[in-house]
Nanobody, 125 residues
Framework: QVQLVESGGGLVQAGGSLRLSCAAS????????MGWFRQAPGKEREFVAA????????LYADSLKGRFTISRDNAKNTVYLQMNSLKPDDTAVYYC??????????????????WGQGTQVTVSS
């Protein structure tokens, strides 16, 4: 079982940037795809981005391409989400997840191994 701890959330003005981090522990980190999801109040959890173990393959929600960037550092067992040009609609709890396979598409499809506890991102207008 892997444990995931997110950090880096907070309050930011529209147009600003935040970088979220997700530290993993408990098992081999480098072989599984990792991803980020978010859940806004009153809405379902939605896919944000995923990255494979070598960082050679990434996948993004279409609406977020160009503003969000996912990356990982396997030496630090950490995955990151750089969020730029933030909008009030980006306000949500952001969750880190490990995939149950090495494929980024599988994370988008819901093949999740573990979830983090989430970190709140609030974008003010």
């Amino acid at each position: 079982q892997v444990q995931l701890v997110e950090s880096g959330g907070g309050l930011v003005q529209a147009g600003g940037s935040l970088r979220l981090s997700c530290a993993a522990s408990g098992r081999a980190f480098g072989t599984y795809a990792m991803g980020w999801f978010r859940q806004a109040p009153g809405k379902e959890r939605e896919f944000v981005a995923a990255i494979n173990w070598s960082a050679g393959s990434t996948l993004y929600a279409d609406s977020l391409k160009g503003r969000f960037t996912i990356s990982r550092d396997n030496a630090k067992n950490t995955v990151y989400l750089q969020m730029n040009s933030l909008k009030p609609d980006d306000t949500a709890v952001y969750y880190c997840a490990t995939g149950s396979t090495s494929a980024v598409w599988a994370i988008k499809s819901g093949a999740i191994g573990s979830w983090g506890q989430g970190t709140q991102v609030t974008v003010s207008s």
